[in-house]
Structures are given as C-alpha cells and as structure tokens.
C-alpha cells in the first residue's frame, strides 16, 4: 500500500490534513486572542519560511512550504515557542501529523498564569465524543494526525474544541456533559459546571506542580542496584512482590515505571528507589493525591498498580538480593 505513488500521495495527503488543522487552530486563536479571550494554541514556530525565502507567520504560510521546507519544523536555538533554551541546533524537529494544542495556564516562560483550563478536563470532552488525545500533560493535549484523515473528520475535531470552549465559559452542568464521570463519582461532581471543576483543577496543579515533581524524578538518576535483564529474572522465579508507595524505601524495583506522558522510564528494572526525599517515590504520592481529589482523571503510570488508592510497583524480594 506504501510503495510508489499510493505511498506517497497516502503520506502527503495525511500531512496536509494536520497542516491546514494547525494552521485553522492558529487563526482561530488569533482572533480570539484579539477580543481578549482565550483558546488553545498549536505548539509550533509562529513565523516559518516562503518557497521565495520571505518570512510569514506560520497561519499565512502555503501549505506546499510547510510540507517542503524542513527548516520550519526544527526547534532553533533561542525561539521563545517551544521552551528549550539550550537545545543544540539542527538536534530536534516536530513531526507535522504529532499535532499538540496548548491550553491556557502558562506562560512562555513555564510560569503559571491567573487562569488556566487544564487539559485533563479537555480530554476527558473529547473522549465523551469519541475523540481520543494521543497524550495529555498539564496543559498540553497532542493528536496524532493518521492514514485515513478527512476534511470532516479535521473540521469535527475543530468543531468539538468550539463546543468545549462554549460549554466551559457557559459554566455548563458537568452532569449533562460528562454524565459517566458524574456517576463514577457523585459526591464529587454532582452540582459542578464545567468551569467549576477547571478551575478546581487548575488551583490543585498551581498548588502542587505535580509536572515539577515528575521534572525532578526524571533529572535524578537512581542507583543501579543489578541490571534490568537480571531483575527481569528475578520477575521469572517468582521472587518480587507489590510494593506500596509508602513502603518503596530502599526498595529495587523488578520492572521500569513509566509514566505516560512521556513514556519515557523514570526508574528501570534493578535501580532503587532510594531514600524518602527520593523523586520517584515522589511522584507517585503525587498521582495518588490527584487520584483522590479527583477520580476518574487518573494518570497512565505503566509498571505501576493501584489498589485502595495505592500506587504499588513490583519489587524484588529484599531476601533475594
């Protein structure tokens, strides 16, 4: 199906697509950005490159430029949109079809705005309509643009992101939206309007920062007490148990713990947890605490079981070691 020109048309056609949402999703911010009120934002460069040379901003861009010029997709030194201040040049690009849409609550500096609409709860709106987010962080929600995409299916997406900005600023009942979420947790949401439960959210995420502790976790390098091949041995003779997270002091763990996003390990299989001040442990108290004020937006921690409310990972027997 990918060879030749099928292949080809195949892949141009699925690149355009997530080019003409940017662009839309860039303009529609710009105007509501004018009235000065808000909407999501597409994380890429705000100026690119013409098939002439001349510099546009990215919304007034040709799409064939877009699709041809390599440039306009690397992460340059020194532009302030994507936030690596020392990233090395020509070391990092964006994939055109990986498409992230920033919500309000930081700035371009990381630092937290007076508001903010976490992603989670834009998610979750999606996902009652069938459409689904390749990733949520804090504020950030990526879609992956695949073989298939259609104009409808482009402007729907669109469109639903409409109507999840009219609902929010509306204050509209949680229950008639996201009745599933309402009924797995009365006692929490019952009586909230949309805007209700954001800016619930948003003063939990302001307060606590779980994306720094996740930060912290991942700039920490544990000790490595054996290497993954052998703990997984350790996983085949049966000699691990479940750990909570209150308990994962001093503790090896038997398999990686991978949050997703990033989906990158935190901790691999034979590195210990270390002592309490440890990252990891950490963080995992900090999905905990999230979970708890707020059920039904639990994160994807792979490695990582939940029981009464626990995060728990698999640990190798103290005695095996």
């Known amino acids: 199906m990918m060879k030749g020109e099928s292949g080809l048309s195949l892949t141009n056609e699925v690149n355009r697509e997530a080019i003409i949402f940017r662009q839309n999703m860039r303009q529609l911010f710009n105007d509501y950005t004018a009235e000065n009120d808000w909407f999501f934002k597409p994380w890429n460069a705000e100026t690119v490159t013409e098939m002439n040379g ?7 861009a040709s799409v064939e430029s877009l699709m ?10 020194g532009d302030k949109w994507h936030g690596f201040d020392e990233i090395d040049n020509d070391w990092c690009m964006l994939d055109p079809i990986k498409v992230s849409l920033l ?3 930081l700035d371009d500096n990381g630092n937290f705005l007076e508001t903010g609409v976490p992603a989670a709860l834009v998610t979750a709106y999606l996902s009652h309509f069938g459409i689904v987010p390749t990733r ?3 504020f950030q929600v990526m879609f992956l643009f695949s073989m298939g995409i259609t104009k409808g299916k482009r402007d729907t997406l669109i469109n639903t992101l409409l109507s999840f900005k009219r609902h929010y600023d509306a204050n509209a009942d949680i229950e008639t939206l996201l009745p599933e979420l309402v009924a797995s947790a009365p006692e929490v949401y019952r009586g909230l309007g949309l805007k209700d439960l954001g800016e619930r959210m948003y003063k939990y995420l302001v307060r606590h920062n779980p994306s720094q502790v996740l930060n912290h976790a991942y700039s920490s390098l544990p000790v490595m007490e054996v290497k993954p091949r052998t703990a997984y041995q350790f996983v085949v003779s049966d000699d691990v148990e479940l750990v909570a997270s209150d308990k994962l002091v001093g503790r090896v763990a038997a398999n990686s713990v991978i949050p997703y996003p990033p989906g990158i390990p935190m901790l691999m299989g034979g590195e ?6 440890s990252p990891q442990i950490q963080y995992l108290k900090a999905l905990e605490a999230w979970d708890a004020e707020f059920p039904g937006f639990e994160h994807e921690t792979e490695g990582a079981e939940i029981e009464d409310g626990k995060y728990h990972v698999l640990c190798i027997k103290k005695e095996a070691l």
Not at 272 to 277: A, E, K, P, R, V
């Open 54 to 60: 001349d510099k546009v901003n990215f919304e007034d």
């Open 103 to 105: 919500t309000p609550g």
């Open 68 to 77: 041809t010029i390599q440039q306009n997709w690397k992460l340059t030194p």
């Open 136 to 138: 949520t962080t804090d």
């Open 272 to 277: 210990n947890f270390g002592d309490d001040t």
